[in-house]
T-cell receptor
């Protein structure tokens, strides 16, 4: 079973709408959950990390973590066409900052 | 200016050959990594280095050998190439090895093995 599972596989929202992505890990030894974004032809870029229960907000992006269920979500408010990309959830463990990634969610924001 | 340089951008190789993927980072970071991304698997951790020392190795095959000649360099040598090695290889770096340290990824080298 994959250690990091993401849903949905793909998501389409209108410009200005809210996009919600989900991630669950089976690793109780995690240190941080991370969200990364990858545009076509580029390397992944970190959006934010979260460690504590509750919400963490950075601009239009809000992550919510429930440590008991090892579930994290990412909400993108006022989605823009430039937000169209592949979004990865990843967990860092207590070792040497190894990131374990999920398969990703493809987000399409249509004008 | 790009802060993490990976060369070449594209690479075509024949089965059984050997290639070296180059990575240089100009972020002043102390830790560097290699990841692999293929159509079949999500982004996959391969190695982590700190101050030019190997810290973690998650590759099952000794055909993959990282090489660090300077603190800001981490090359990846791949020998006896197989078609299954076809993937995009990303180099990354971070200030330290803590779980809170952001990893910054390079643009990748896309390898195709025929």
């Amino acid at each position: 079973q994959q250690k990091v599972q993401q849903s949905p596989e793909s998501l389409s929202v209108p410009e200005g709408g809210m996009a919600s992505l989900n991630c669950t890990s089976s690793d109780r030894n995690f240190q941080y959950f991370w969200w990364y974004r990858q545009h076509s032809g580029e390397g992944p870029k970190a959006l934010m990390s979260i460690f504590s229960d509750g919400d963490k907000k950075e601009g239009r992006f809000t992550a919510h973590l429930n440590k008991a269920s090892l579930h994290v979500s990412l909400h993108i408010r006022d989605s823009q066409p430039s937000d169209s990309a592949l979004y990865f959830c990843a967990v860092s463990d207590s070792g040497y900052n190894k990131l374990t990634f999920g398969k990703g969610t493809v987000l399409l924001v249509s004008p | 200016d790009p802060k993490i340089i990976q060369k070449p951008k594209y690479l075509v190789a024949v089965t059984g050959s050997e290639k070296i993927l180059i990575c240089e980072q100009y972020l002043g970071h102390n830790a560097m990594y290699w990841y692999r991304q293929s159509a079949k698997k999500p982004l996959e951790f391969m190695f982590s280095y700190s101050y030019q020392k190997l810290m973690d190795n998650q590759t099952a095959s000794s055909r993959f050998q990282p090489q660090s000649s300077k603190k800001n360099h981490l090359d990846l040598q791949i020998t006896a190439l197989k078609p299954d090695d076809s993937a995009t290889y990303f180099c990354a770096s971070s200030q330290g090895l803590g779980g809170q340290d952001t990893q910054y990824f390079g643009p990748g080298t896309r390898l195709l093995v025929l």
